[in-house]
Every structure is written in structure tokens, then in C-alpha cells.
């Protein structure tokens, strides 16, 4: 037996009938998070292009299977409210529960199955990302999250499917053979990658429906996957504990990389004043300083949400919250950016991967001078979000970013009974309520 035959043999094992309350019970929790950001992708400016595409493709809102998890995997990643796994650096959400839900609904898939799915998803995803390094893989130029997609999504397909544990395997192993690594930049106009990712996504999928239909896979092939990636000796093993139980939920619109920096400076801010601040001295890991310390002004929505200084200046209104980014400008306050310095912290570097911190200290006109540290973040696995909490999540984001604050109540009642009711199917009224 190859690894990636155990591997599916592993993801097979769960079943409805043996699925722990507690995973039961976070995959409820991971689609009700994952599906507030599908319904904000909908209003943000730059998916208007994806909603134009989907329109050509499919002429019609019910769409194609496969369409439809290219459309809603991209409207949900573009939001950066998805969730997302340290370790591997991977948000499995935003692949794993559209695909779910759009594969439940066409072959009206019970509610219980659709859980295992989602966790069936997290697990392949993750592992996946883990395995090759994900974490610092990244900031060598590969997203880990496009590179596992197809995985993921194979799984997630193949365990609504009802596919045996050979059959996963040449699912896993197809969709590993139409992965791409490389998303390219755009000349003009928004980001490709959003796109991308979501085309990852439908081929996962359709690895899993040609495994079902009887074409197979090279088992071997995951050596040449991690090869590809300078990962010599890939293994694939599922993790001791399941993968879905270490995700991080986002309370804002942001790269996860500057949340902890954020919200050190919200906590060291306290009730000051931003034009009483003289200097801010912002400490984070060495691998993503490059990435969020840039202190140029953000000339778009997606150069706003990786900015932790921009997002220091919005902290305390409703920009923060804003998934539109409407007001670059953060309505003329005061400049910030100018006034605020990054650098590495040697023990904030040895703690990552596994702790994405931030340690922030602020110097006030005055001479007073506020510090705070943050490893884990708000929402992160060591603090995780339930339900209330990420119904607040969901209001605060709706309410600034121009939708029903109403909304997130509503889908939280329909997520929070999911696998509850034998034999009941809620798919199609998952999906009808992120269409509105």
C-alpha cells in the first residue's frame, strides 16, 4: 500500500455514524464562518470580474457544479475573513466548505455526511501543508493554499461521493497531477489568484468524479509532488489530533500575518488618541516582516488588508471592519504610517510557525509609553471563536461593509443544526442564502 493509499484509507475511516460531537461541532462552526465570508465576497469591487465570468460561463445564478465551486471558492478567499491553519499556512475554508456544500446540494448529500466532508477536507488540506513546509514555503513564493486546493477538494468530493478507499486514493492522487504552483501577477486590474485558487478548487473536484467514473491515479506520485516543491522524501500521515481543531478564525478583514501586531496596538492604544502618538515601534517575526511592514500608502483593498500599519490607523472605526475598503484614505485622521517603525524580534522568530505573534510599544507626546504582546491572536486556536463570537464577527463586518447585520443571525440558526436531523439535507438553503 502506497502512502497516499493510507492516507485515503485513513479519510474514509470517518463515517456519520462515528463522528466525534466535538469535530461534528467545529465543522458546523468552520461553515458558518467560512459562508459570512462568501456572502461579503459578493460586494467587494474587485469580484465584480468573477461574478461577470461565472455569468458567461453558466448564463444563469444555479450554475454547474463544478462553476459554482470555481465562483464561490474565489468570492470566499478574496475576503480575507476565511480562516486559516498556522502550520501549514493553508485557509482551508475557503476550498474545503463551497466545495462541500456545493457537492452536497447536487447530489442532496445528508447533513451528516457533509460533516465529514468538511473535516474529511481540513484533514488533506492541512496535513498537505504541513508536510511540504507550508508556513515557510510562502515567502519562497508558493501559496500553500493553491498548492493543496485540488487536494483538498478531492477529498471533500470523494467522501460525499461515497468513494471507497482505492477510489480516494486515485482521486487524491488525479488531483495531485492538476496541481499548479505558479498563479502569476496581473498587468492591470484586480488580482488573478482569488480565480485561480477557485479553478484549483473544481479541479479537485473533478479528480474526484473521474476516480468515481473508474480512472486511476499514480500512486507514487506524491514523491514527485514534493519534489516539485524541493521537498525531498514527502510522507503523508494523517495528524495525531484532527487538523480542524487548530484553525484561526480572523475577527477583521486581514492578512493573518499583521492580526497580532493589530490588535497589540489596540490593546497598548487603549483610549489614547492617534495624533497623540509620537512613534510606534512594531516587533514581529522576521519571516513576514517584509510583508506587512510596509509603510507606503495602500493603493488597493488587497494592499489595505497585508498593511498592519494601515490597519493600526483604522483601528477603533469602522474601517477596520470594512471589507470593501471603500475610504483608503481612512477619512483624513491623522497619518500614521509615517510615525510607525518595524522590525524583527528574535524571540517572536523562534516561535513561528506555530505562534504568528506581535509585540507592539507606542511613545506618546506626552512621555507616556504603552506596550503589549500578542502570540495568539483573538479567534486563534488557543482562543477560539464560538459561536457568539463569530456572529459578532459577522455583524461587525456586515454592518460596515454595507450588509444586513441581520444576516449572520440567520445562517447561525440553519449552520448550528447541521447533522442534528437524521437524514435531512441543508445544502440548498445554505447556498440560497450566501446567493441573496
Known amino acids: 500500500m502506497s502512502g497516499l493509499e493510507a492516507f485515503?484509507?485513513?479519510?474514509c475511516a470517518t463515517?456519520?455514524?462515528?463522528?466525534?460531537?466535538?469535530?461534528?461541532?467545529?465543522?458546523?462552526?468552520?461553515?458558518?464562518?467560512?459562508l459570512l465570508a462568501t456572502l461579503v465576497g459578493r460586494v467587494l469591487d474587485d469580484t465584480?470580474?468573477?461574478l461577470a465570468f461565472h455569468r458567461v460561463m453558466v448564463g444563469d445564478a444555479s450554475g454547474r457544479t463544478a462553476d459554482l465551486i470555481r465562483l464561490h471558492v474565489a468570492l470566499t478567499r478574496s475576503t480575507e475573513i476565511d480562516d486559516i491553519e498556522l502550520l501549514s499556512c493553508v485557509t482551508p475554508g475557503s476550498v474545503v466548505v463551497p466545495t462541500a456544500l456545493i457537492v452536497a446540494a447536487a447530489r442532496e448529500v445528508d447533513d451528516a455526511t457533509l460533516l465529514c466532508a468538511v473535516v474529511a477536507g481540513y484533514e488533506a488540506m492541512i496535513d498537505l501543508g504541513r508536510a511540504i513546509g507550508g508556513a515557510h514555503l510562502l515567502y519562497r513564493g508558493v501559496w500553500p493554499t493553491y498548492a493543496t486546493g485540488p487536494f483538498g477538494a478531492a477529498a471533500v468530493s470523494a467522501t460525499l461521493l461515497?468513494?471507497?478507499?482505492?477510489?480516494?486514493?486515485?482521486?487524491?492522487?488525479?488531483?495531485?497531477?492538476?496541481?499548479?504552483?505558479?498563479?502569476?501577477?496581473?498587468?492591470?486590474?484586480?488580482s488573478p489568484r482569488f480565480h485561480l485558487l477557485g479553478c484549483a478548487a473544481a479541479e479537485g473536484y473533478a479528480a474526484a468524479e473521474a476516480a468515481a467514473a473508474g480512472l486511476a491515479g499514480d500512486g507514487s506520485i506524491l514523491t514527485g509532488f514534493g519534489d516539485s516543491l524541493g521537498v525531498e522524501g514527502l510522507a503523508l500521515t494523517p495528524s495525531a489530533a484532527p487538523p480542524i481543531l487548530d484553525v484561526d478564525s480572523k475577527p477583521f478583514p486581514t492578512a493573518r500575518q499583521g492580526?497580532?501586531?493589530?490588535e497589540a496596538f489596540i490593546?497598548?492604544?487603549?483610549?489614547?488618541?492617534?495624533?497623540?502618538?509620537?512613534?510606534?515601534?512594531v516587533e514581529v517575526p522576521a519571516a513576514y516582516l517584509a510583508m506587512i511592514g510596509r509603510l507606503e500608502a495602500p493603493k488597493d483593498r488587497i494592499a489595505s488588508l497585508v498593511s498592519a500599519a494601515f490597519?493600526?490607523?483604522?483601528?477603533?472605526?469602522?474601517?477596520?471592519?470594512?471589507?470593501?475598503?471603500?475610504?483608503?484614505?481612512?477619512?483624513?485622521?491623522?497619518?500614521?504610517?509615517?510615525?510607525?517603525?518595524?522590525?524583527?524580534?528574535?524571540?517572536?522568530?523562534?516561535?513561528?510557525?506555530?505562534?504568528?505573534?506581535g509585540r507592539v510599544t507606542i511613545h506618546f507626546a506626552s512621555g507616556e509609553r504603552r506596550a503589549a504582546c500578542v502570540l495568539d491572536a483573538?479567534?486563534?486556536?488557543?482562543?477560539?471563536?464560538?459561536?457568539?463570537?463569530?456572529?459578532?464577527?459577522?455583524?461587525?463586518?456586515?454592518?460596515?461593509?454595507?450588509?444586513d447585520p441581520e444576516a449572520p443571525g440567520r445562517l447561525q440558526d440553519l449552520c448550528a443544526d447541521l447533522g442534528r436531523r437524521p437524514g435531512q439535507s441543508t445544502a440548498k438553503a445554505l447556498l440560497e442564502m450566501v446567493r441573496a
Open 378 to 403: 483573538l479567534g486563534s486556536a488557543a482562543h477560539p471563536f464560538g459561536w457568539d463570537e463569530l456572529r459578532v464577527k459577522g455583524e461587525r463586518i456586515f454592518r460596515a461593509s454595507g450588509l
Open 15 to 34: 463515517r456519520p455514524e462515528a463522528l466525534d460531537e466535538a469535530l461534528a461541532e467545529q465543522a458546523r462552526l468552520r461553515i458558518f464562518d467560512t
Open 8 to 11: 485515503a484509507a485513513a479519510l
Open 267 to 281: 490593546a497598548a492604544k487603549g483610549n489614547g488618541r492617534l495624533e497623540d502618538i509620537e512613534r510606534v515601534e
Open 162 to 190: 461515497g468513494l471507497d478507499a482505492g477510489r480516494t486514493a486515485n482521486a487524491l492522487a488525479l488531483a495531485l497531477a492538476r496541481t499548479a504552483l505558479l498563479t502569476g501577477r496581473s498587468f492591470a486590474g484586480p
Open 259 to 262: 492580526l497580532a501586531a493589530v
Open 311 to 357: 490597519q493600526m490607523a483604522g483601528a477603533g472605526t469602522g474601517d477596520l471592519y470594512d471589507a470593501r475598503r471603500a475610504d483608503l484614505g481612512l477619512s483624513g485622521r491623522p497619518g500614521l504610517l509615517g510615525r510607525i517603525e518595524f522590525r524583527e524580534a528574535a524571540d517572536l522568530t523562534a516561535r513561528f510557525p506555530r505562534q504568528w505573534g
Open 48 to 50: 465584480k470580474p468573477l
